[in-house]
């Protein structure tokens, strides 16, 4: 989920979460507890069906940051430290 949003890199609707997620109940297990956390802020648009979407906030553009860095790091150790 942090990665999906932090690869768009700008407000993601609810709809194209569940699509890279995979389930709705998921999906929106993960958006409270993000939202809980201070992660991702949720704003319902003044559109027809009043689609929601959601942004990372500044705390959550941080913590993508660093999963991507550990995720970097997993891959093994540079090719300068060989």
């Known amino acids: 989920m942090l990665e999906a949003l932090a690869k768009r890199g700008k407000p ?5 979460l569940v699509l890279a ?3 709705s109940t998921t ?3 993960c958006l ?3 939202m809980a956390n201070g992660i991702v802020t949720r ?3 003044d559109e027809p069906y009043r689609p929601v979407e959601y942004r990372l906030t ?3 553009q ?3 940051e660093l999963a991507t ?3 970097e790091l997993s891959k093994g150790p540079p090719q300068a430290f060989l």
């Open 12 to 16: 993601t609707k609810y709809k194209q």
């Open 58 to 60: 500044m705390k959550g």
């Open 21 to 23: 997620v995979g389930f």
């Open 43 to 45: 704003r319902i648009l």
């Open 27 to 29: 999906t929106s297990r």
């Open 62 to 64: 941080k913590l993508a």
């Open 69 to 71: 860095q550990i995720e």
């Open 32 to 34: 409270k507890a993000m």
